[in-house]
């Protein structure tokens, strides 16, 4: 029992320890206006890829955090298959990235906050754990769950509130004015 306990502790050290890196990268994704996610691959305690949200600034609707660390990854082990790796990603994968995570034999994914819009790692969908598919992968959620939540927040507020600014600042110029 007492060695369960030790090993759940060290796990959680080191999930916070690689949640706290990914949680960075999600900032580096927010300062170019991203939608900040940010990811890592980890293998036998050492990052192997890297990854934040690019979709805007590559114009590719696949270049999210987890798809790019990944992609790095699997050219780092020079290997498709990322066998005994684990996944640390701010936010909850999407039904694209779970099935990316699925085929790479990622082993498990530990996530900041859930998304209840489009979340598969059990929040809306289930797919990485589905066993109607070949590979199941283990999951740990909550890890930094408050700090990851309040950065997207923060995030969405902010780009409302622009938005909202920018339709003001359109209809105060197309109201004609008085003379």
């Known amino acids: 029992m007492s060695e369960l306990m030790n090993n759940t502790k060290i796990t959680d050290s080191h999930d ?15 300062s170019h206006e991203e939608i900040p996610v940010g990811a890592v691959v980890v293998h036998q305690g050492k990052i ?24 790095q990854a699997g050219k780092r082990v020079n290997n498709y298959r990322l066998l005994d790796c684990t996944l640390y990603v701010t936010l909850e994968p999407c039904p694209m990235c779970a099935g990316l ?52 927040s923060n995030f969405f507020r902010r780009r409302r509130a622009e938005k909202k600014a920018s339709r003001n600042t359109v209809k105060r110029q197309s109201i004609p004015q008085k003379k």
């Not at 916070?16 to 927010?30: G, S, V």
Request: aromatic letters at 6%; one cysteine or more.
């Open 16 to 30: 916070q320890h690689f949640m706290q890196r990914a949680f960075e990268l999600a900032q580096l994704a927010e």
């Open 101 to 152: 995570l699925v085929h790479s034999r990622i082993e498990r994914i530990v996530y900041g906050t859930p998304d209840l819009k489009t979340g598969a790692a059990g929040s809306v969908f289930n797919l990485v754990s589905s066993e109607q598919l070949n590979h199941q992968i283990t999951v740990t959620s909550g890890v930094m769950a408050k700090e990851c939540s309040q950065l997207l």
């Open 48 to 71: 192997i890829g890297e990854g934040y949200n690019q979709s805007i600034m590559s114009h590719d609707p696949s270049a999210h955090a987890e798809m790019i660390a990944i992609r």
